[in-house]
């Protein structure tokens, strides 16, 4: 199956501040492999985690941001990359382990209500 996203679109793949297990049971939601996620480290500040649906698990690679000759530089495995969309690009086409990766993981809808009501229009010209 082709790969159906943009690594530059940064807001369909990074998902921030996020557990393991709130990925992991996000991403196990996902019928097929090669569905993903980028999320904060927990444990070291400033690195990053991809997370990947694969065959019957999630895998949790860690995306090591390291400074070299004053460059930013991420580090999955072997492999060094000059920015977090060139490192999704190379898996769009290359295999983590089981796949390489698909799309995005969908963002949960979030329901939220209002604290007070609010007038469905708005033309501009109404003063206050």
Known sequence: ?????????????????????????????????????????????????LCVREDSKVSHYIINKIQQNEQTRYRIGDQNFSDLPGLLAFYKLHYLDTTPLIRPAPRRIEKVIARFDFDGSYDGNQQT
């Open 1 to 49: 199956m082709a790969a159906l996203f943009d690594p530059y679109d940064r807001s369909s793949w990074y998902f921030g501040q996020m557990s393991r297990q709130d990925a992991t049971d996000l991403l196990m939601g996902e019928k097929e492999g090669g569905v993903f996620l980028v999320r904060d480290s927990n444990t070291i500040h400033g690195d990053y985690v």
